[in-house]
């Protein structure tokens, strides 16, 4: 685990955290110090990056509930403090090998000319999850190379 640890002391609740962006999202938290709650439909994947985390050094909690479900989430959040929504563009995740040339089409409609990573949407999590960011609430945080601007 890195030494920086901006969110020691810190709790984060992670969605759809068993695969691609979620989980991305709470290794870098875990590796910045924060323990994550991490939450999604399916056991097995949830409990692989809990495990991943915890071998890295970091406290990970995994938490089967479908966000889609209000009294699930209800019952696995205790507070929210603070709510921001973050847009993924196009994330280069592994189901889009099987279209890559498609992807790729896309890929050069982007300002950036590229599709992004989980790890660059997870910086902006942590951006959003930073005392830097302690007077953003109710934000919508397009991370998509340009794609909408």
Known sequence: MP?????AGKTAYVT???TGIG????RLLAARGAKVAIVGRQEAPLKQVAAEISAAGGEALALTADVSDAEAVKNS???T???NELQPGVIAVPRQQA???????IAERIPARRVGTGHEIAKAVCFLRSDEASYVAGAHLAVDGGFLA
């Open 16 to 18: 759809g955290a068993g």
């Open 77 to 79: 959040v205790a507070e």
């Open 3 to 7: 030494d920086n640890k901006q969110f």
């Open 99 to 105: 279209n890559s040339q498609e992807v790729q089409k």
């Open 81 to 83: 403090v603070r709510i």
């Open 23 to 26: 989980a991305d999202i709470a």
